[in-house]
Nanobody, 116 residues
Framework: QVQLVESGGGLVQAGGSLRLSCVAS????????LAWYRQAPGKQRELVAR???????NYADSVKGRFTISRDNAKNTVYLQMNSLKPEDTAVYYC??????????WGQGTQVTVSS
């Protein structure tokens, strides 16, 4: 069983920055694909960014050029650096780990609120 614990959310003004972190338990971290999703009130959960076990990244069009996903396998941690934040980035952000077996695990979420 893998546990994911997110941190780093908060309230920020438009144009500001935040860095989210997600620490995973267990020994499969370096073999897993990691991702950040978000869910705004009344909307479906959507993929924000993903990073493969080999370091390949992809992003939602809405965050390209503003957000950067990275991983530190030595610390079992995945990060999401968010710059030039907009009010529409307001959401609960969730960390996701997909094991090589395709089993997925989720964190509890961290709130990001961007004020205009």
């Amino acid at each position: 069983q893998v546990q994911l614990v997110e941190s780093g959310g908060g309230l920020v003004q438009a144009g500001g920055s935040l860095r989210l972190s997600c620490v995973a338990s267990g020994s499969i971290f370096s073999f897993a694909a990691l991702a950040w999703y978000r869910q705004a009130p009344g909307k479906q959960r959507e993929l924000v960014a993903r990073i493969s076990s080999g370091g390949t990244t992809n992003y939602a069009d809405s965050v390209k050029g503003r957000f950067t996903i990275s991983r530190d396998n030595a610390k079992n941690t995945v990060y999401l650096q968010m710059n030039s934040l907009k009010p529409e980035d307001t959401a609960v952000y969730y960390c996701n780990l997909r094991a090589p077996t395709a089993v997925e695990f989720w964190g509890q979420g961290t709130q990001v609120t961007v004020s205009s």
